[in-house]
């Protein structure tokens, strides 16, 4: 079982730009996750995705959004960036039930390390 | 709103010692979710525990114990006989309700060989 994977590993982008961060989730899980790490910080909750859906959704600007397929992988865009979304970007895959967005264990990719200059 | 409070920002210890990580939340829900990951230099976050709200059960396993009491909105994490593989940085994390899943600002651990 590879576990959760993203891609890419690390990402320079230029502010204004657009970026697509790619995870795939663990074997057998339905739910994806995404998270932004600022440096020093912990992780904060974006949105997550179920049957292709976006299930629900953190403080984050519709500059940030989701897709889910139908083998259950994920992408997270962000359009129009600015230095401050410069972040470890971390994907998290789960079997989720009920309203919270983390109920059950969660398995995290190592992350999209995106650098805005 | 939601708070889980993890105080200790850094914490620096001699292997064998042993050590206890705080995390302190706050909130008005009934139904809520509590965890513990630990993230590694690699990046990637790997879950250690998850109680519910109406299980106070305290836990151990292995060199690892976890005390949840309620009653002070604590739900902290000891590490005994610690190792030099335990050096990363400790979140504590709440979920409860929808669109509500926070995490602590992270304990960073040292272990000192």
């Known amino acids: 079982d590879a576990g959760v994977t993203q891609s890419p590993t690390h990402l320079i982008k230029t502010r204004g730009q657009q970026v697509t961060l790619r995870c795939s989730p663990k074997?057998?899980?339905?739910?994806v996750s995404w998270y932004q790490q600022a440096l020093g910080q912990g992780p904060q909750f974006i949105f997550q995705y179920y049957e292709e859906e976006e299930r629900q959704r953190g403080n984050f600007p519709d500059r940030f959004s989701g897709h889910q397929f139908p083998n259950y992988s994920s992408e997270l865009n962000v359009n129009a960036l600015l230095l401050g979304d410069s972040a470890l970007y971390l994907c998290?895959?789960?079997?989720?039930?009920?309203?919270?967005?983390?109920?059950?264990?969660?398995?995290f990719g190592q992350g999209t390390r995106l650098t805005v200059v | 709103a939601q708070k889980v409070t993890q105080a200790q920002t850094e914490i620096s210890v001699v292997e064998k010692e042993d050590v206890t990580l705080d995390c302190v939340y706050e909130?008005?829900?009934?139904?809520?979710?509590l965890f513990w990951y630990k993230q590694p230099p690699s990046g990637e976050l790997v879950f250690l525990i998850r109680?519910?709200?109406?299980?106070?059960q305290n836990e151990i396993s292995g060199r690892y114990s976890w005390n949840f009491q309620k009653s002070t909105s604590s739900f902290n994490f000891t590490i005994t006989a610690s190792q030099v593989v335990d050096s990363a940085v400790y979140f504590c994390v709440y979920s409860g309700g929808y669109q509500k899943v926070t995490f602590g600002t992270g304990t960073k651990l040292q272990v000192i060989p």
């Open positions: 074997s057998g899980h339905d739910t």
């Open positions: 998290a895959s789960s079997l989720v039930w009920g309203d919270s967005p983390m109920n059950t264990e969660a398995f």
């Open positions: 109680r519910n709200s109406f299980d106070e």
């Open positions: 909130t008005r829900d009934t139904t809520y979710y």
